[in-house]
């Protein structure tokens, strides 16, 4: 039950950051670096898989405007 909780706090907070990334002006470096541990931490998860293949076909700071 902690790990689905964990997927889903990291899920979120993921797609927290990305969306910042789109808005001008973009995120600062630090929250950037968060975004890769974020990522890290979620290659523990068989269940997130699918999200870090689909991740991995760009660069992060190729997908986004700053």
Do not use: D
């Not at 950037?32 to 992060?60: D, G, M, N």
């Amino acid at each position: 039950m902690e790990t689905q909780f964990e997927l889903q706090r990291l899920l979120r907070r993921q797609r927290e950051i990305r969306n910042a990334m789109r808005q001008p002006g973009g995120v600062r470096v630090t929250v950037e670096r968060e975004l890769y541990t974020i990522l890290e931490r979620l290659k523990e998860f068989p269940a997130a898989q699918p999200a870090l293949q689909a991740e991995s076909a760009h660069t992060i700071s190729e997908r986004y405007i700053y």
